[in-house]
């Protein structure tokens, strides 16, 4: 049983404390799986102001396996690949593709407006690639398709105490310890 809260970098942290540290982060969705590298030829819409963005692939098929996890239509992509950054973020798969029609990534509800990028994380469930949460470098001004983003990673794992580079956004996230810096 853990009494009083964590008030250095490797103590425990109660639940309560936990919860009360990250009440308010602006958490997405999790991830099924994260490109580990940029999509295949595909072609980006911002929609309207980011609100139904989408990636389209520019041939017909089915859309690739993404570090050796097969996506099904509706399930959570963080894209953080692509050449263009404007065009990373998180997509639900909204169309598979096949012979005679081309993969559709759309933006998530969840993270598809300017407001909805500093500040936010989301936690990756499957793949091989090394990280496991990801979380947004945005600490100023964005525009949804226009400002560069690249989401940062920490190959921190439940139990492990890595802790992410210390920064004005950043989020350290161990089994350990949460703390944000706001």
Not at 34 to 63: E, I, K, M, Q, W
Not at 134 to 162: E, K
Request: with cysteine.
């Amino acid at each position: 049983t853990l009494v009083g809260n964590a008030n250095a970098a490797l103590h425990a942290v109660p639940l309560q404390q936990l919860l009360d540290m990250i009440e308010g982060l602006p958490s997405k969705v999790s991830a099924e799986v994260r490109t580990s590298a940029a999509l295949p030829s595909c072609t980006y819409n911002n929609g309207a102001a980011g609100v139904g963005a989408t990636l389209t692939a520019n041939a017909n098929g089915a859309f690739p396996a993404q570090d050796s996890v097969t996506l099904a239509v509706g399930q959570y992509l963080a894209v953080a690949d692509q050449a263009t950054q404007q065009h990373n973020g998180l997509f639900v798969l909204t169309q598979l593709g096949d012979g005679t029609h081309p993969w559709i990534l759309t933006r998530a509800s969840v993270m598809d407006k300017d407001t909805e990028f500093a500040g936010a994380y989301v936690f990756v469930k499957r793949g091989t690639f090394a990280s496991r949460f990801l979380y947004s470098t945005v600490t100023g001004s964005f525009t949804v398709g226009t400002t560069a983003f690249t989401w940062g990673a920490s190959t921190s794992t439940l139990g492990s105490t890595d802790a992410l580079p210390e920064g004005s956004t950043n989020l350290y996230h161990t089994g350990a310890r949460v703390l944000a810096t706001v």
